[in-house]
């Protein structure tokens, strides 16, 4: 148990839900980025592959700052902490 009665089960599980929440966020961040670049910027082919790395750093980026938004967010409302059941002590 942490601090905030969390135990590493449920740090675990907080964790993977909010990495799932941050690959989301990334997807939509960098899919709005590759709109905007092919509308307003209109790339050439002669630079592509540049404008698709940007593309694929913004998703990677935009997820980790989202899954660690995701946890903060978690870990500050206390969700698992409130909806916790103590183990039982005859164990």
């Known amino acids: 148990m942490d601090r905030l009665l969390w135990c590493e ?7 993977k839900s909010a990495t799932a929440w941050g690959w989301g966020g990334g997807a939509v961040l960098a899919a709005g980025l590759a709109l905007w670049i092919w509308l307003y910027i209109q790339p050439s082919d002669l630079v592509i592959g540049g404008w698709i ?9 935009g997820s980790r700052a989202g899954r660690e938004i ?3 967010v978690m870990r500050f409302t206390n969700t698992k902490a409130v909806e916790a059941v103590p183990p ?3 164990e």
Request: with cysteine.
């Open 88 to 90: 039982d002590s005859a």
């Open 9 to 15: 089960d449920c740090q675990g599980a907080a964790r």
């Open 70 to 72: 995701a946890y903060g």
């Open 53 to 61: 790395a940007t593309v694929v750093a913004a998703l990677v980026i």
